[in-house]
């Protein structure tokens, strides 16, 4: 047995105190936990890949607007349902500077993060038509939403996107949506976990089959903007953050303030529902619902079930957040654009140590650098390669957790430091001496 930089009969221990089954399918709290507990007790400090958490500070822009809102007493108020007009307004402005899209205040929709917009809305679609009651996932995807569906008990598919790249896509597709239970789709871009990001001619085939099968899409752009290939920062110029909205006009969107704000603790995302969307009137929602239109039935039914609106003051923050980046004077992209130097510098150690990027391409593209990449190992699954490199001081999830096919391990590079790379590079060395 090599030497490893962690004692392994601890790991082994502390796994089965946590009565953690089989590693590879362990959840990223269950990871979480376990890695808590190993450095408590060996005192070694984690490269932890594990969890996405925000790796910076909250923009202060957000943290002294909503400081402000909280002074002139917003917290004794109930928020509107529907939204701060402020904050609608500038989240219309937003999209439109950041994306070119036109959309009514009205469908800009605030959430308790995206997590919440995104149960709401997956709940609504598929209770629109009693013939169209399942969600069609691309994976890989954020495994939250999965529960999501388990929790509200709508069926849901998924597949692989790996092999079904450009053109293939529409294919597969197509073999899905001409069943006709699908009532959406939704996916992640750029992509948590792979970070693939996809390409306009993929995105306009989704629209189209969106089109074709009368199918709504749901983007999830929680990493907005955060495709460092392209300089997507100037407020109403081009190049803008490709959307699925210019392709088909039966969407929703989501903007999370987690990651391109900072703002995960606050929980505050947007949900925006296109104006075609946001008034069109289904029959089922009316047996179901008692009420009509689609943004009628996500505002004043679901979310108004849920939690009667989202936080005051962090509207407040939000708002504010938007306006400055809107006017111009808050780069809030430059601001998380660390998070791709580090994939940058991560990614050389890994691949110069014998692992391979897993998800690596957009077309004939190189994967930008982010908040996320996939790394195997040749001749190992995902879960031996998990189980493995716990012993080496490296956390990190299973693809398999994702709807990924492949082989291997999601790493986000938010929470290991500059000061950790060091030690990243021995530990990941020392393995590919004892693996190689
Ligand atoms: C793809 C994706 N969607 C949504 C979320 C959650 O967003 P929020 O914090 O706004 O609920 C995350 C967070 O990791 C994510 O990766």
Redesign the pocket.
């Known amino acids: 047995m090599k030497q490893t930089p962690i004692d392994r009969t601890i790991v082994d221990r502390l796994v089965k105190r946590l009565q953690i089954e089989n590693i590879g399918n362990a959840s990223i709290r269950e990871i979480v936990a376990l890695v808590n507990l190993v450095e408590k007790e060996t005192g070694i400090r984690y490269c932890r890949m594990e969890m996405?958490v925000p790796g910076l500070p909250p923009a202060e822009v957000g943290t002294k607007a909503e400081i402000e809102a909280l002074k002139s007493g917003v917290a004794a108020r109930y928020p509107m349902m529907e939204g701060h007009p402020e904050l609608k307004a500038e989240t219309a402005r937003f999209v439109k500077l950041f994306t070119d899209i036109d959309v009514s205040p009205e469908g800009c929709i605030p959430t308790v993060?995206?997590?919440?917009g995104?149960y709401a809305a997956l709940f609504v679609s598929s209770n629109a038509d009693k013939k169209k009651d399942t969600v069609l996932f691309i994976d890989p995807?954020?495994p939250v939403?999965k529960q999501q569906m388990m929790v509200m008990g709508r069926p849901y598919e998924s597949f692989d996107v790996f092999d079904y790249r450009g053109e293939k896509l529409r294919e597969k597709l197509e073999s899905y949506l001409s069943k006709g239970n699908i009532s959406c789709i939704i996916y992640?871009n750029p992509n948590?976990p792979s970070w693939i990001c996809l390409t306009e001619e993929e995105l306009q085939i989704i629209g189209e089959m969106s089109t074709k099968y009368d199918v709504t899409i749901m983007e999830?752009l929680?990493?907005f903007a955060m495709d460092f290939r392209k300089n997507l920062y100037t407020p109403g110029q081009p190049p803008f953050q490709p959307t699925i909205a210019r392709y088909t006009d039966n969407y929703v969107l989501?903007i999370?303030?987690?990651?391109i704000f900072s703002y995960?603790g606050q929980?505050?995302?947007m949900m925006v529902i296109s104006d075609a969307l946001f008034n069109r009137k289904y029959e089922n929602l009316k047996t179901r619902f008692q009420s009509h239109a689609f943004g009628h039935t996500v505002v004043l039914r679901v979310l108004y079930a849920l939690s009667s609106g989202t936080c005051h003051s962090a509207q407040f923050a939000l708002a504010a957040m938007f306006k400055a980046a809107n006017d111009g004077k808050f780069n809030f992209v430059e601001e998380v654009k660390e998070y791709g130097e580090k994939a940058r510098i991560m990614k050389k150690l890994f691949t110069e140590n014998g692992f391979k990027i897993v998800y690596e391409k957009d077309g004939d593209e190189p994967i930008a650098n982010g908040f996320y990449f996939t790394i195997q190992y040749p001749g190992m699954t995902g879960e031996e390669l998990l189980a493995n490199i716990l012993y080496y001081g490296i956390s990190a999830i299973s693809l398999k957790n994702t709807g990924s096919e492949r082989e291997g391990l999601r790493a986000c590079v938010s929470h290991v430091g500059r000061d950790q790379f060091g030690d990243l590079e021995k530990r990941l060395k020392m393995f590919s001496e004892n693996f190689g």
């Open positions: 996405g993060g995206s997590m919440q995104t995807g954020f939403q992640s948590n999830d929680a990493y989501f999370s303030s987690s990651k995960a929980r505050i995302g």
